[in-house]
């Protein structure tokens, strides 16, 4: 069975950081491109950043929301079968459920370096977690 679990949420204040990571059974995440999104209470899923196939540690394509930049890094243990977000400096606008997710479809690196594929095209999602940044 192919699952995707997400881990290391929880409540952190402002400027604190953690890291959040998924977790994969049943495939191996390297050839996949990964996405992480979130979602805020009212607000559309957005994706948050993504990272290339075929590639591991912090190497290959990645890509960032906007607002994350600087702040966010993305990186792959493949030792684990592990994508991780390491979220540093967050604030009240980072608080929602994350989720990451896979696509079957191949990008290349510089599809990424562009932009992050769409939501419709990742096949497998984790169930989400949630990341609170509150004082």
């Known amino acids: 069975q192919l699952q995707l679990v997400e881990s290391g949420g929880g409540s952190v204040q402002p400027g604190g950081s953690l890291r959040i990571s998924c977790t994969a059974s049943g495939f191996t995440l390297d050839r996949y491109t990964i996405g992480w999104f979130r979602q805020a209470p009212g607000k559309d899923r957005e994706v948050v950043s993504c990272?290339?196939?075929?590639?591991?540690?912090?190497?290959?394509?990645?890509n960032y929301l906007d607002s994350v930049k600087g702040r966010f890094t993305i990186s792959r243990d493949s030792a684990k079968n592990t994508v991780s977000l390491q979220m540093n400096r967050l604030n009240a606008e980072d608080t929602a459920v994350y989720y990451c997710a896979a696509s079957i479809t191949y990008f290349s690196a510089s599809y990424i370096n562009v932009g992050c594929p769409a939501r419709r095209e990742y096949s497998y999602w984790g169930q989400g977690i949630q990341v609170t940044v509150s004082s």
């Open positions: 990272i290339s196939a075929g590639v591991s540690g912090s190497g290959g394509s990645t």
